[in-house]
């Protein structure tokens, strides 16, 4: 679904700080500034366009808020701003999107970028549209002085008959200076079905939680994920009304080692695409 896009992708891109996902972005365009001084400022103020090659005159509505600045004070180093940026090729139509997504670890003082990382084609959508883009920094303690931070993305699509949700989440470490993913696309909720939109159908629902286990594999803890399931059959009764048959819910446990890299994410809970 999603497709990988080259770096020389980065000269079509629109930034818009004016819809920031979270009220830690504080001074948007002054983050943006620092961390891409090429950028140029929409008249509006409302975005930016990055040309290291090319000059692009459209930007991202205002209303397009998946597609602006994410960012998150980070709890585990609490002197540091988390900010995701997405860089949209602002070519495409309407209704898709194609494009990257750079993490930054910027100083809170100074906004000066300490650390940052280029993720090829997680902005490009299709007819299972982003809906969100949110940072999880939940205690990720992955070694004695290690502590990871998330990236969650849900996706959907927009039928009745068929719906699809999906939430993705990606875990990220600083180590030697450097910002790196060691995580790459484990699905932590979701839900899809069939059905005739009005009532009948059957339907599938999941979420999953996560666990540090004290085993440790190349120095970091292993990762305990624990899937909940649960379906669901409704039916009109004799009266027409919509009733709900629940099947009995399942648990599935996983353990994901680090293999010196990546963890290994198990095949029932990969993103579609890797």
């Not at 040309?51 to 205002?62: D, G, M, N, R």
């Not at 048959?245 to 990546?262: D, E, M, N």
Request: proline fraction near 6%; charged fraction near 20%; glycine fraction near 8%.
């Amino acid at each position: 679904m999603r497709i990988l896009l080259p770096v020389f992708f980065l000269c079509l891109t629109s930034l818009s700080p004016a819809r920031a996902a979270s009220g830690d972005c504080g001074d948007a365009a002054a983050l943006v500034q620092q961390a891409y001084p090429k950028a140029q400022k929409s008249a509006d103020g409302a975005s930016f366009t990055l040309v290291p090659h090319t000059s692009i005159a459209s930007t991202l509505p205002e209303s397009d808020a998946p597609f602006g600045l994410a960012c998150k004070i980070w709890p585990a180093h609490d002197d540091l701003l988390l900010v995701a940026v997405p860089l949209i090729d602002s070519a495409n139509g309407d209704h898709l999107h194609v494009g990257d997504i750079e993490l930054l670890v910027v100083d809170r003082k100074s906004l000066r970028v300490r650390q940052r990382l280029l993720q090829p084609g997680l902005m490009t959508d299709d007819a299972i549209a982003i809906r969100k883009v949110e940072f999880d920094t939940g205690r990720y303690a992955l070694a004695p002085e290690v502590t990871a931070f998330g990236l969650r993305i849900e996706m959907a699509n927009h039928s009745q008959a068929t719906p699809f949700t999906e939430t993705d989440l990606r875990l990220y470490t600083v180590a030697s200076d450097a910002l790196r993913l060691v995580l790459d696309g484990l699905v932590v909720a979701g839900h899809g079905g069939e059905g005739d939109a009005s009532c009948a159908g059957s339907f599938h629902s999941s979420q999953v939680s996560l666990a540090m286990s004290p085993a440790r594999h190349h120095g970091y803890r292993d990762i305990i994920a624990v899937e909940r399931s649960n379906t669901d059959n409704p039916s009109p009764d004799q009266n027409g009304e919509c009733q709900s048959h629940p099947g009995k819910p399942v648990k599935r446990t996983y353990r994901l080692r680090y293999g010196g890299s990546r963890y290994a994410v198990p095949a029932a809970l990969k993103v579609m695409g890797l």
